[in-house]
């Protein structure tokens, strides 16, 4: 999770692969049930929603054969996100509600931030905007509380798309979605630079750029965006890469 998190989407998938194989060769069913639910979370970071639904089924299959509740429910909305992702968010709100569940029953509040991104953008999908705003706030709330932050930017840029979905989500009275999407979006962008984490950068960077390209401003788009992408060695197959280049050719 560190390298994809530090740009290095590539060495990710190596890693976690190295310890799937680890695990196997161990016979140890709870590190690979470690392993295999880490893989399905690394390939939803690199947004590969079919590399996502392939190992949440594995690691569903693995979790519920050992009785391993934690994974059980990992497994359950790395899948619901999959779905939602690949345009099912009505298959997708079951599995979110069962994984949402079997956390409640474990306690667990480790990685809670990034499980509750997960369900902020399933609920968005299913244009279920008003839920979202509260939930994120809850998440950067919980992350306060348990000093958890390694998500914290990618939660401040889900805020703004939120705000910005269908032009619908609410907003304060007197207040303008599109410049408090803005405020999120700089957030984002902010504290992934004081993490050096250039994954959740390149994200927050793209949906700024997107906005000001809407606002016909694509020259501070392109001074914004570029520079960002030229960072990057690897990776280029990832959607955020290619989502990325193609905003900068339609910029320049």
């Not at 740009?7 to 392993?35: D, K, M």
């Not at 958890?148 to 619908?168: I, K, N, S, V």
């Amino acid at each position: 999770m560190a390298l994809w998190i530090l740009g290095y989407p590539e060495q990710a998938v190596a890693r976690i692969g190295e310890a799937v194989a680890l695990a196997r060769r161990c016979a140890h069913p709870f590190s690979l049930a470690w392993a295999t639910g880490f893989t399905a979370v690394i390939h939803q970071l690199r947004r590969d929603s079919a590399s996502t639904a392939e190992w949440a089924d594995r690691t569903i299959a693995l979790a519920a054969e050992q009785g391993f509740p934690t994974w059980l429910a990992t497994g359950l909305i790395e899948r619901a996100w999959a779905l939602a992702a690949g345009g099912d968010s009505v298959g997708a709100l079951p599995l979110l509600e069962q994984s949402t569940s079997t956390f409640a029953s474990t306690g667990q509040e480790l990685a809670a931030t990034l499980v509750l991104g997960l369900a902020s953008e399933i609920h968005t999908a299913a244009g279920r905007p008003t839920q979202v705003l509260a939930l994120l706030d809850g998440a950067l709330a919980l992350g306060d509380k348990n000093s958890e932050h390694f998500y914290a930017a990618e939660l401040h840029r889900l805020q703004g798309e939120a705000l910005l979905a269908d032009g619908q989500a609410p907003a304060a009275a007197g207040t303008d979605p599109v410049a408090n999407a803005e405020r999120y979006y700089r957030r984002a962008i902010d504290i992934a630079r004081s993490q050096q984490a250039k994954s959740f950068e390149l994200r927050a960077a793209t949906s700024l750029a997107r906005l000001w390209r809407d606002q016909s401003k694509r020259a501070e788009a392109r001074d914004l965006l570029a520079p960002l992408y030229a960072w990057f060695t690897e990776g280029f197959d990832t959607r955020d890469l290619i989502e990325a280049k193609a905003l900068l050719e339609e910029l320049s």
